[in-house]
């Protein structure tokens, strides 16, 4: 029997080992969709739930080269659903950023889920997100980092 922590170690792992990552993901809008004063209501709205999703990405070089992104979208108190995700060049002030889960393409699958019941923030997810975007401090221990907190 596997536990959580186990089992997402492993997969992360397994991940950083076959990913050089990306620093170009290709989805369509990496931009934040919200501004000002709903941002702010947005970054302090309590976590019911977080997914870790993984999106294969295409036209690969071989083995060599990224093979995935990764990400993590959460469930807020009034349903709606936003994806945090850590990439090159993602964002202005930080690489972790948030974007309307409606934006995400289909090719995202489901690779575990958390329930937070409230116990962490928005703002919390992006803070453990990190600002610096390298090889070592990537996409995928982003997102590793988020499920964990
Ligand atoms: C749900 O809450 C978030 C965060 O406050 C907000 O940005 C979003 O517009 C709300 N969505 C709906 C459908 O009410």
């Known amino acids: 029997m596997f536990s959580f922590n186990m089992l997402l170690s492993v997969l992360a792992l397994t991940l950083l080992v076959l990913s050089a990552e990306a620093s170009t993901g290709g989805t369509p809008n990496h931009n934040y969709d919200l501004s000002g004063q709903a941002l702010t209501d947005l970054y302090n709205t309590p976590v019911q739930k977080a997914e870790w999703m993984v999106r294969p990405l295409g036209n690969l070089p071989g083995i060599v080269g990224p093979v995935?992104?990764?990400?993590?979208?959460?469930?807020l108190p009034n349903g709606s659903k936003w994806l945090i995700h850590k990439g090159g060049n993602y964002g202005i002030d930080s690489q972790t950023v948030v974007t309307d889960a409606r934006h995400m393409s289909s090719a995202w699958r489901t690779m575990?889920?958390?329930?937070?019941?409230?116990?962490k923030r928005v703002a919390d997810f992006v803070k453990t997100g990190g600002a610096t975007y390298n090889l070592l401090f990537n996409c995928h221990v982003a997102s590793m980092r988020m499920m964990l907190q």
Do not use: I, L, Y
């Open 68 to 75: 995935s992104h990764t990400g993590v979208r959460v469930t």
């Open 112 to 119: 575990m889920t958390k329930d937070f019941n409230g116990r």
